[in-house]
């Protein structure tokens, strides 16, 4: 299994998301990631976070840090935050790793606020490193201190 490296983008408050489906995933479910994918032979997790964005969503980034490194499934995931000039518009691209699929996951690439995103989408967010993006941390110390569980009612 590959390592990946994946990308934190934001611009205006919002994040750049991918809206993806795996049939055999996920019970066929949607849901919303960021964009990135295997770290390919010979290729940095920084080459391959920046090639992913341009194959994935037509973007071409500049990585200003790395924000975290998780072990999932016995694999590494870098993840980075990646600034795109303000002129570029992001497209819905291709993964070349789904190749001939009649089918492919990747349905479109948006860009959302933080209350656009359901909580479960959310939490991988976080895991990525999104507390450590400009302005997210604040986001977060002003959601107070109520306890809340998604799912639960009072």
């Known amino acids: 299994m590959k390592n990946r ?3 934190i983008v934001v611009r205006d ?3 750049l998301m991918e809206r993806l489906c795996y049939p055999d995933a996920n019970n ?4 919303f990631s960021i964009p990135g994918g295997g770290i390919e032979d010979g290729e940095t997790p920084e080459e391959a976070v920046i090639r992913e964005l341009k194959e994935e969503c037509g ?6 840090k790395p924000l975290a490194v998780l072990f999932n499934n016995g694999r590494k995931e870098y993840s980075f935050e990646v600034s795109v000039p303000s002129v570029q518009q992001a497209i819905t691209g291709y ?6 699929n009649e089918n492919p996951p990747l349905r479109e690439v948006v860009w959302k606020s933080l209350n656009e995103i359901n909580e479960k989408d959310r939490a991988f967010l976080w895991t990525y490193g999104l507390v450590h ?3 997210f941390y604040e986001t977060i110390v002003g959601w107070g201190d109520e306890i809340s569980y998604p799912g639960e009612t009072n």
């Open 59 to 64: 973007m071409d980034g500049t990585i200003e």
């Open 5 to 7: 490296s994946v990308a």
């Open 13 to 15: 408050g919002k994040i």
């Open 133 to 135: 993006v400009q302005n």
């Open 95 to 100: 993964d070349p790793e789904e190749a001939g």
């Open 28 to 31: 066929g479910k949607e849901f």
